[in-house]
């Protein structure tokens, strides 16, 4: 069975310029999640989704974060404009039925 | 609030010591327990989890108890090896209300063995 994929794996931008993220969580979980990871932290979530509707995204710096979850499969992630302090690591994980949540390999960004 | 406080890292072991992970956690009613980990350049693993109170997680040779009592869930293994070098993190969910299903992590213990 394949994994959470993310891509890309690594970004670096100048400051004040657009990024995207984007997840395929495991075939058949209806729960997605983005998590942001700084250095030396655990991650925080940031939005969760269950199919397409974002069900909890109160944690999500709305005047420059979006997300959507089309169709209830893949999801992106957007920072417009990025900032210096966006640099991080930022996680996608599904679910499924029970409570465990299975992670991808993050995309790595750094704003300079 | 929801929290969960782990031991400072970084945790330095020769190969074959003994480990524990200390791990503590603040939360209302019954939350869900888990014990992830993260190898270099890698996501999260769920190393194991425990769901209720006196529940026992294992996998690897990694063990965690839920202790209700004390409101803990420190990670153990009986004898590391240098492959077990990565960051640990303890996590809770709650399994109702609005945040249902969210983790909420602990920063993170970083452990290296020595061969």
């Known amino acids: 069975e394949a994994g959470v994929v993310q891509s890309p794996r690594y970004k670096i931008i100048e400051k004040k310029q657009p990024v995207a993220f984007w997840c395929n969580p495991i075939?058949?979980?209806?729960?997605l999640y983005w998590y942001l990871q700084n250095l030396g932290q655990g991650p925080e979530l940031l939005i969760r989704?269950?199919?397409?509707?974002?069900?909890?995204d109160s944690q999500l710096p709305k005047d420059r974060f979006s997300a959507e979850r089309l169709k209830g499969v893949d999801s992106t992630l957007k920072i417009q404009p990025a900032e210096l302090g966006d640099s991080a690591v930022y996680l996608c994980?599904?679910?499924?039925?029970?409570?465990?949540?299975?992670f991808g390999p993050g995309t790595r960004l750094t704003v300079l | 609030g929801n929290s969960v406080t782990q031991m400072e890292g970084p945790v330095t072991l020769s190969e074959e010591a003994f480990l524990t992970i200390n791990c503590t956690y603040t939360?209302?009613?019954?939350?869900?327990l888990f014990w992830y980990v993260q190898y270099p350049g890698e996501g999260l693993q769920l190393l194991l989890k425990?769901?209720?109170?006196?529940d026992k997680g294992s996998n690897k040779g990694f063990e965690a108890t839920y202790r209700k009592e004390t409101t803990s869930f420190h990670l153990e293994k009986g004898s590391v090896q240098v492959s077990d070098s990565a960051v640990y993190f303890c996590?809770?969910?709650?399994?109702?209300?609005?945040?249902?299903?969210?983790?909420?992590f602990g920063k993170g213990t970083k452990l290296s063995v020595k061969p």
């Open positions: 994980a599904s679910k499924g039925w029970g409570n465990t949540q299975y």
């Open positions: 075939s058949g979980h209806n729960t």
């Open positions: 989704y269950e199919n397409e509707e974002a069900v909890d």
């Open positions: 939360a209302t009613g019954y939350p869900s």
């Open positions: 425990a769901t209720k109170a006196d």
């Open positions: 996590a809770l969910t709650r399994d109702y209300g609005g945040s249902q299903g969210n983790l909420i």
